[in-house]
């Protein structure tokens, strides 16, 4: 199964956009990049996925580089309200397990 | 819009106790799944289902059992509860495969004294 590696914290200013690495060198061609945060309390909450391409929806934007091996998740403008446990996932054929690491404590500062 | 609904949100046990956990989602999802998270564990999968009727065994499973006898419904049993169990659950569902997007629910916070 492939691991991923992600920073234990970062902090963002307001506003600005919210870049969170991801490194997963041991990916394998059939397996994707799930993104997905928790919020304190709250359940977990899916932001985004993708295989090769970079990716796109309402709330963040993926960044796979082409060799597979790393992504960036960007949220474009943050707020106060992204403070929260980001979690890079890498799921796909027999890995099927949604396993969360340590993921990334990302603070929204004011 | 509910999306997945756990019930109850908190709950305290003696051990021995027996009970049961309830998870609804209202988005006609096939695939159903319950989760425990504890303090530097992470998420472990306890059970899951891949439709109306089937259940399986996840990475967790010893001493719980669940059944899945709607669709809309997966639940999670402790039939002797036991304070290793003490832990916050949670349900997600995918609408028909495990590598679309999960949607969980809010938990439930189980302590078993």
């Known amino acids: 199964d492939a691991k991923t590696t992600q920073p234990p914290s970062m902090d963002c200013a307001e506003g600005r956009a919210a870049n969170l690495p991801c490194n997963h060198s041991?990916?394998?061609?059939?397996?994707?990049v799930y993104w997905y945060r928790q919020i304190h309390s709250q359940g977990p909450q899916y932001i985004i996925h993708?295989?090769?391409n970079n990716e796109t929806n309402e709330m963040a934007s993926l960044i796979i580089t082409e060799d597979r091996k790393s992504s960036t998740l960007i949220l474009p403008h943050a707020t106060l309200r992204d403070t929260a446990v980001y979690y890079c996932?890498?799921?796909?054929?027999?890995?099927?397990?949604?396993?969360f690491g340590k993921g990334t404590l990302l603070t929204v500062n004011p | 819009n509910a999306g997945v609904t756990q019930t109850p949100k908190f709950r305290v046990l003696k051990t021995g106790q027996s009970m049961t956990l309830l998870c609804a989602q209202d988005m006609n999802h096939e695939y159903m799944y319950w989760y425990r998270q504890d303090p530097g564990m992470g998420l472990r999968l306890i059970h899951y289902?891949?439709?109306?009727?089937?259940?399986a065994k996840g990475e967790v499973p010893d001493g719980y059992n669940v059944s899945r006898l709607k669709k809309q419904n997966f639940l999670l049993g402790l039939e002797s509860a036991a304070p290793s169990q003490t832990s916050v659950y949670f349900c997600?569902?995918?609408?028909?495969?495990?590598?679309?997007?999960?949607?969980f629910g809010d938990g439930t916070r189980l302590s078993i004294l």
């Open positions: 996932i890498v799921i796909g054929g027999s890995n099927y397990k949604l396993t």
């Open positions: 041991t990916i394998s061609g059939n397996e994707y």
């Open positions: 993708g295989l090769k």
């Open positions: 997600a569902s995918s609408q028909n495969g495990h590598f679309q997007p999960q949607h």
């Open positions: 289902s891949v439709g109306e009727g089937t259940t």
